[in-house]
């Protein structure tokens, strides 16, 4: 048994910028568990541009931006170690982790943060129907083979699903010399960035079709042969006489993305309906000293917004270790009317002057209002003209505004303008 | 060439067992499946449950070799070192009628020799806090159990091969002469001589049969699709929930298996096609109305997986366990539907006992091992276990597969073995690695990768099943 201030699980963008940040807010003894063999998570397989924007103002590959948090967590001298899994985690924070080198170990800490990343839906879980055979493949599982380990998974691709990292799949594929015959959404809008329908998609002539998804695969020989697609109503039942025949050797799927904390379960930790935790504005789980932040916590379309919550973790883990976080109340914070989820949960703490509200929108809106209610008191209200579920919204709330609510609690609700 | 005295066709579970009690003896015995791997179709495919023998009909060979089977495999789960569970099973009637049809079959428990129980409403509820509020009561099987049906298999036929049985795979037998004294059995790789043919090919067994005489009966499969649900918490249920049975079979059934998934399934649809493995929403869609009215708050959300299987149902409706009508020494084991995976290893014993030994002189080998040699399951052994094994094997520290936290070590371990796996899936049927949530999303490329480098051959050539997973490699700048 070893002791530690803070254990990391996971040596990602969170799990990085949240080591980073406790150590700069006092915290010295820190230990970064990772279980690849190098640090940076999945941004290591993001070999395309466009990362960096808000944090460094310079578009950057996944590689570039990762590697500038390696260098701080390098200079700062924070401890991490590499292929190392934590197997358990207990309720007095002690986490178990396995390497070749140290074999099981026992760490006890005073806080710990999990940035453990999410993991991809696949085909069971969307209960695919057809044949289960090569050739149907989760997106980022073929963007692993191609750019870690040079292989093409096809070369006649369908892809179901308009979530990011499919369309970024369906211009790498086709760069390598693959055909990618469609996209395919079962939504009437797209889950995917505009900015990657258009880069990704428009400029390769590659047909997105809302409202559609995979009626069957077809792969008796044992590799995909056929895709069959078909056209979906309101209740997303299929419409019989839509069927769209695609002979290609792939399926990619890109069908949704969910926050990977399988140690959670078992400690009967509070969870969201996002299937992460939920957390206060420390981004404390309702495990005190257990904190939880980037996609584990919530999936997130910017890695920098990923960055700044594992900075935010940093800090309530700080702040925690430190003894600083005595809840003083406790409001609970509720999606209304168009909202999917909102972070955090609850609000426990007068630590931070101002509190952002993370929330998705459940479908397109236009020109509306948000609204924070407290019961029937308006706290707040901002204008939108625009809001889409694939791009997550922040807005901030001074803590003032949060002073003699009605009630303990606060809705977060859409209105029509 | 020289004369095999048995070839054994097929290796499901009916041809595992057979190979492995053939082993026993001094003859030599070689077991072709068509396949890349062992028990990679129908026993692939099912329940996993070791029924305890109250359902089928009495006298029937079903119901002698299910409870002959079920009294076996306490032996058989230590012998080759498997995942079993004796977790019980609950038939549970929702009507006054069916709780009427529960003491008929309570009565034809009796009349097979299971051990069973009618419980009230109040004792179900009290075992099953997530069964239906319409329980009226239920028939309590404690005999049965789940097992690990991947390594049921794989098992059985390592220990045949460890005792000397030559296993052919990816050898599908084309056509099979019968010459008098001895038959001519053709692969696309050769042609064997045997004494003894056992047909125990499964979905292929009436058209092995058909090979050497016309036959009076003949298979009518069945598809049945399930789904898998994760194991995110314990006590869903705690047996293997059945509804009454009915003429298509014991129903829908709900329970936990060996690795602590939760199963629910089969449907049941007569199919023309065998390699018909297709599972539809439509069919998914009615397991699950049938399903949550015995236990309503399945979390759906938890599926991880849903397959199907084919049952290879005959004619007869019951098992065909004979010698072909023109020759006495070509055997079928066919309609080894449920319960057959529970009855393989008594329909080995009967295959045995009935035919073979009367047509050899047999003695028992010296050195026969009933053993396997015992796997490193890391994720059963206390810290102090689990670091002296990577300290003698460093490779048991690193974990591959993070959902079912398999490791670099276990993985190897199958490689060594002597029926080591070839696919991907291979891998994940024995050691579970690509068996959780994320279905193999993170840990399949370095499966993929590691089976390349063992076998000295491109990723390129690495298969998921049947067909390779990557077409190309890309330039390298």
New interface residues.
């Given amino acids: 048994m070893i002791k530690r201030d803070l254990v990391i699980i996971g040596g990602g963008s969170a799990g990085m910028a949240a080591a980073i940040e406790a150590k700069k807010n006092g915290i010295d003894d820190i230990l970064i568990l990772e279980?690849d063999g190098v640090l940076g998570g999945i941004l290591n397989q993001c070999i395309h541009n466009g990362f960096g924007l808000t944090e460094f103002k310079e578009e950057l590959t996944g590689p570039e931006y990762l590697s500038r948090f390696v260098k701080q967590v390098e200079e700062l001298g924070i401890e991490y170690k590499l292929?190392s899994?934590v197997?358990d985690i207990t309720e007095n924070k002690c986490v178990?982790y396995?390497?070749?080198?140290?074999?099981?170990v026992?760490v006890e800490a005073k806080a710990i943060i999990f940035a453990t990343g999410c993991?991809?839906r696949?085909?069971?879980?969307i209960?695919?129907?057809?044949?289960?055979?090569?050739?149907i493949?989760?997106a980022?599982?073929a963007q692993?083979?191609?750019n870690?380990?040079?292989?093409?998974?096809?070369?006649r691709i369908v892809i179901l699903g308009s979530g990011d990292i499919g369309l970024i799949m369906a211009r790498r594929m086709t760069l390598?010399?693959a055909k990618v015959l469609c996209v395919s959404e079962i939504m009437p809008y797209s889950n995917g960035l505009n900015r990657n329908i258009a880069q990704c998609l428009n400029d390769y002539d590659i047909p997105l079709y809302l409202s559609r998804s995979v009626l069957?695969?077809?792969g008796?020989?044992?590799?995909v042969e056929k895709v069959v697609l078909a056209a979906v109503d309101d209740k997303m039942k299929f419409i019989p006489g839509t069927e769209m025949e695609f002979e290609c050797?792939?399926l990619l799927l890109s069908v949704g993305l969910?926050p990977?904390v399988?140690l959670l379960?078992k400690l009967h930790c509070e969870m969201s309906s996002t299937r992460g935790a939920k957390v206060n504005d420390q981004l404390m789980t309702s495990i005190p000293g257990v904190f939880a932040c980037g996609n584990c916590l919530h999936v997130h379309d910017v890695v920098d917004f990923v960055t700044d919550e594992g900075r935010d973790a940093g800090r309530g883990a700080a702040n925690y270790i430190k003894g600083l976080s005595e809840k003083k109340k406790h409001i609970l914070v509720k999606p209304g009317n168009g909202v999917g989820y909102v972070i955090p949960q609850f609000i426990e703490t007068d630590l931070n002057n101002d509190i952002t509200f993370k929330f998705r929108v459940r479908r397109p809106v236009k020109n509306v209002f948000v609204n924070f209610k407290s019961g029937d008191a308006l706290i707040h209200k901002v204008v939108k003209p625009v809001l889409i579920p694939s791009e997550m919204v922040m807005i901030k709330l001074n803590k003032d505004k949060l002073a003699g609510l009605p009630l303990d609690e606060i809705e977060v609700s859409l209105e029509e303008r | 060439m020289y004369m095999l005295d048995v070839v054994i066709i097929g290796a499901g579970v009916s041809g595992a067992f057979i190979a492995r009690k053939l082993a026993r003896y001094e003859l030599n015995v070689a077991l072709f499946e068509r396949e890349n791997d062992v028990g990679d179709i129908t026993s692939n495919a099912n329940s996993a449950i070791v029924h305890s023998g109250y359902d089928p009909v009495p006298h029937t060979l079903k119901a002698l070799l299910n409870v002959r089977g079920n009294a076996m495999f306490d032996q058989i789960a230590d012998e080759l070192d498997v995942h079993f569970n004796r977790c019980g099973s609950l038939t549970v009637a929702v009507s006054d009628e069916q709780m009427a049809m529960l003491y008929d079959l309570e009565k034809r428990s009796h009349e097979n020799g299971v051990e069973v129980r009618i419980l009230s409403a109040d004792e179900v509820k009290k075992m099953e806090p997530h069964i239906s509020q319409e329980a009226k009561g239920a028939l309590l099987a404690p005999t049965a159990g789940v097992v690990d049906p991947f390594n049921l298999v794989v098992h059985a036929v390592e220990n045949a091969v460890d005792n000397g049985v030559e296993l052919h795979l990816s050898e599908p037998v084309i056509d099979i002469v019968d010459k008098g004294e001895y038959f001519l059995v053709k692969t696309p790789k050769g042609e064997y001589e045997s004494k003894v043919v056992i047909n125990a090919a499964g979905l292929y067994s009436d058209k092995i049969a058909s090979m050497i005489e016309d036959i009076d009966w003949h298979l009518i499969p069945r598809k049945g699709e399930y789904?898998?649900l994760d194991h995110?918490?314990v006590g869903l249920v705690n047996h293997t929930i059945f509804p009454l049975p009915s003429a298509k079979g014991k129903g829908v059934l709900v329970s936990m298996t060996s690795s602590n998934n939760y199963i629910v399934g089969p449907s049941s649809e007569p199919i023309d096609d065998v390699?018909?493995?297709?599972?539809?929403?439509f069919t998914?869609g009615e397991i699950r109305r049938q399903a949550t009215e015995l236990v309503p708050d399945i979390p759906f959300n938890q599926?991880?997986?849903?397959?199907s299987g084919i049952r290879p149902t005959s004619t007869r409706h019951d098992f065909i366990i004979e010698p072909a009508k023109t020759n006495k020494r070509f055997i079928n084991v066919a309609g080894i539907e449920s319960p057959g995976l529970v009855s393989s290893p008594a329909i080995a014993e009967y295959v045995f006992e009935n035919y073979v030994s009367k047509l050899f002189n047999l003695v028992e080998k010296k050195n026969f091992n009933p053993r396997i040699k015992k796997y490193h399951h890391l994720n059963e052994m206390s810290?102090e276990e689990?670091?002296a094994a990577?300290?003698e094997n460093?490779?048991f520290?690193?974990?591959i597969c993070?959902?079912e936290?398999v490791?670099l070590g276990e993985i190897k371990e199958l490689l060594d073995r002597s029926v080591p796996p070839h696919s991907v899936k291979g891998v994940k049927r024995r050691c579970r690695a690509g068996f959780?949530?994320?279905?193999?999303?993170?840990c399949?490329?370095m499966v993929t990768?590691i089976l390349a480098k063992h076998y000295g051959v491109s990723?390129?050539d690495i298969?998921?099943?049947?067909?390779?997973?990557?077409?190309?490699?890309?330039k390298?700048i």
């Fill in positions: 279980k292929n899994l197997l178990t396995s390497n070749e080198k140290d074999g099981v026992i993991y991809e696949s085909p069971g879980a209960q695919l129907a057809g044949d289960r055979c090569s050739g493949i989760t980022g599982t692993k083979y191609l870690i380990h040079g292989y093409l998974v096809g070369k390598e010399g069957r695969v077809e008796k020989s044992g590799r050797d792939t969910i990977y399988s379960d | 789904f898998v995110y918490e390699e018909d493995f297709a599972t539809d929403s998914l599926v991880i997986r849903v397959f810290v689990r670091n990577i300290k460093p490779e520290g690193t974990i993070s959902c936290k490791s959780g949530k994320c279905q193999g999303g993170f399949s490329p990768l990723p390129l298969t998921w099943d049947r067909k390779p997973i990557l077409e190309e490699e890309v390298k």
